[in-house]
């Protein structure tokens, strides 16, 4: 098996700082702990401290459940904490690498990859790497790669357009 060029996986640290939804987890944490305090909540507002380490943890789980490894030839990915699979996109059937962000991706340095292709992996509907670190220079790398696979293979890509008179 070749050796990746890149490997990587969603950020739970850049859904944190990167999207509005890790600001208000992060924000629960302090407003739970500070209403705890006067004690005349009760203990309810820790809940809510113990929702965020909950979403927190949830969110952690998803980035370790999806490992993606960029090789010179294909696109592996590994996904799966119990059941697990592995599947790949060879890269010269890469048709599009999109790259999405809001200002709130871009302060924290994150983004959203969209990976369209021909390959069966993507048939169902593009794949999607979400909250990746550094998001900008992978798209950039795996558009490259996209490049240089075509050009060993001998491949180009040719869209099919059909016209209704």
């Given at each position: 098996?070749?050796?990746?060029?890149?490997?990587?996986?969603?950020s739970?640290?850049?859904?944190?700082?990167?999207?509005l939804?890790?600001?208000?987890?992060?924000?629960?944490?302090?407003?739970?702990?500070?209403?705890?305090?006067?004690?005349?909540?009760?203990?309810?507002?820790?809940?809510?401290?113990?929702?965020?380490?909950?979403?927190?943890?949830?969110?952690?789980?998803?980035?370790?459940?999806?490992?993606?490894?960029?090789?010179?030839?294909?696109?592996?990915?590994?996904?799966?904490?119990?059941?697990?699979?592995?599947?790949?996109?060879?890269?010269?059937?890469?048709?599009?690498?999109?790259?999405?962000?809001?200002?709130?991706?871009?302060?924290?340095?994150?983004?959203?990859?969209?990976?369209?292709?021909?390959?069966?992996?993507?048939r169902?509907?593009?794949?999607?790497?979400?909250?990746?670190?550094?998001?900008?220079?992978r798209r950039?790398?795996?558009?490259?790669?996209?490049e240089?696979?075509?050009?060993?293979?001998?491949?180009?890509?040719?869209?099919?357009?059909?016209?209704?008179?």
């Amino acid at each position: 098996m070749e050796q990746p060029i890149d490997s990587f996986r969603s950020s739970t640290w850049g859904w944190l700082r990167g999207t509005l939804a890790g600001w208000g987890t992060i924000a629960l944490v302090p407003a739970g702990i500070l209403l705890t305090a006067p004690g005349e909540w009760g203990r309810w507002p820790l809940l809510i401290s113990a929702l965020a380490f909950l979403i927190v943890a949830w969110k952690w789980f998803e980035s370790m459940a999806a490992r993606y490894d960029i090789c010179p030839d294909r696109l592996i990915v590994r996904e799966g904490i119990f059941i697990k699979s592995l599947d790949e996109v060879e890269l010269y059937r890469v048709k599009d690498v999109r790259l999405d962000f809001s200002l709130v991706n871009q302060m924290a340095g994150i983004g959203t990859i969209t990976v369209t292709s021909s390959d069966e992996t993507t048939r169902g509907g593009a794949l999607v790497l979400r909250h990746v670190e550094r998001a900008a220079q992978r798209r950039e790398d795996l558009r490259r790669l996209v490049e240089a696979a075509r050009q060993k293979r001998r491949v180009r890509e040719i869209d099919m357009m059909h016209e209704d008179y």
